[in-house]
Nanobody, 122 residues
Framework: QVQLVESGGGLVQPGGSLRLSCAASGSIFSIHAMGWYRQAPGTQRELVANIISGSNTNYADSVKGRFTIYRDNVKNTVYLQMNSLKPEDTAVYYC????????????????WGPGTQVTVSS
């Protein structure tokens, strides 16, 4: 199995910054992609940002120019640097990873972290 351990959430004032971290461990042969989703109360879960093998990234339009996603391949960790935070960024943020577990099994599976709360409020 694979575990995703998240950290970095918390309470921050509008305009402030947070950095989320997600470390993957367990049966990992190759990480195809890692990213962050978020879900606010009463809303559907949405993609915030992800990064695939190499350095290709995707961002939700609402966070472009404010958030930056990057990864440390040695540590199997993805980071989300969140700047200029707005109240509408308030949500539970979930780390997601698409991982091939073994060299002899070509399946890649989606794994999810437990979620970390980000609250932007004065």
């Amino acid at each position: 199995q694979v575990q995703l351990v998240e950290s970095g959430g918390g309470l921050v004032q509008p305009g402030g910054s947070l950095r989320l971290s997600c470390a993957a461990s367990g049966s990992i042969f190759s990480i195809h992609a890692m990213g962050w989703y978020r879900q606010a109360p009463g809303t559907q879960r949405e993609l915030v940002a992800n990064i695939i093998s190499g350095s290709n990234t995707n961002y939700a339009d609402s966070v472009k120019g404010r958030f930056t996603i990057y990864r440390d391949n040695v540590k199997n960790t993805v980071y989300l640097q969140m700047n200029s935070l707005k109240p509408e960024d308030t949500a539970v943020y979930y780390c997601q990873a698409n991982i091939q577990n073994h060299w002899y099994d070509l399946r890649s599976l989606d794994y999810w972290g437990p979620g970390t709360q980000v609250t932007v409020s004065s």
